[in-house]
């Protein structure tokens, strides 16, 4: 019995640090701000145009997606840009983090195609159209093989209906991220197709900038509750948007609505 315990215990012992070493890889899809193909209030021109990745609200600008975590943030390290077989996709790079072995691969869509962008985050979150790209001699796996889908953008589920063919079983339930204006509202039928977890989404109308996904995104490599990355995003939402702590917990929530 006694060397019973003490295999079990060198299992257990093998099975974590096969676990803690594993490359965890992140995907996120952006679809562009667009003043004249999302019903959004208008911002400036320039950050508005979503045939523009360089200046646009959700990716170029300050607090976009390119912009956060390539020049505002130490803890992620631009690897390089990418090509993209998909023509909707005008920008696509690729982040490794800084001390751990966790990837993230951010695709800009052009803002008049919101609808296939959403689409194919929702499909990736149903564990579909997986995705293989090669670095430094390792397949890291994306899309519907990514650990953690994101959505950044206008919620244009208040606009449009989606068409997804879902699989009914998925391997492996994938967590979510959507942040968008009233995400919980729009997003939780067709999460729910997809068989996919919401550690974070949103119950008001929201600025969907970077610094909100890179702080969930901390809590979630280090594996905390989604009520602990819920509290991270109202912080740091509180930060930046100066909303007053209280109106920034009642924004963010996790799971679905009970």
Not at 70 to 84: A, N, P
Request: hydrophobic share 35%; aromatic share 12%.
């Amino acid at each position: 019995m006694k060397i019973n315990k003490v295999l079990l215990l060198f299992l257990m012992l093998v099975l974590y640090a096969k676990s803690y070493g594993q490359t965890k890889t992140i995907h996120v899809y952006v679809a562009l701000c667009d003043n004249k193909f999302q019903g959004i209030v208008p911002v400036p021109e320039k950050i508005g145009n979503g045939k523009d990745p360089r200046l646009n609200l959700y990716w170029g600008a300050g607090y976009g997606v390119k912009s956060y975590l390539k020049l505002k943030t130490k803890d992620w390290k631009f690897i390089k840009q990418l090509k993209s077989s998909n023509p909707y996709i005008l920008d696509r790079i690729l982040f490794k983090h800084a001390t751990k072995d966790v990837y993230i691969l951010a695709d800009a869509y052009d803002g008049e195609q919101i609808k296939p962008c959403i689409e194919d985050f929702l499909k990736a979150s149903n564990t579909q159209n997986p995705l293989k790209i090669g670095v430094d001699s390792k397949d890291l796996c994306f899309g519907g093989d990514a650990d953690l889908l994101a959505y950044i953008g206008h919620d244009g589920l208040m606009d449009f209906d989606v068409n997804v063919n879902y699989k009914r079983t998925n391997e492996k339930q994938k967590d979510v991220i959507v942040l968008a204006c009233y995400s919980r509202n729009f997003f939780s039928p067709e999460i729910k197709k997809a068989n996919a977890n919401p550690i974070l989404w949103t119950t008001h109308l929201m600025a969907p900038e970077a610094y909100t996904l890179k702080s969930a995104i901390d809590g979630w490599i280090n594996n905390e509750s989604g009520k602990q990355i819920d509290e991270r995003a109202a912080q740091v939402y509180n930060k930046y948007q100066k909303c007053g702590i209280k109106g920034a917990r009642n924004l963010f929530t996790t799971g679905f609505k009970k």
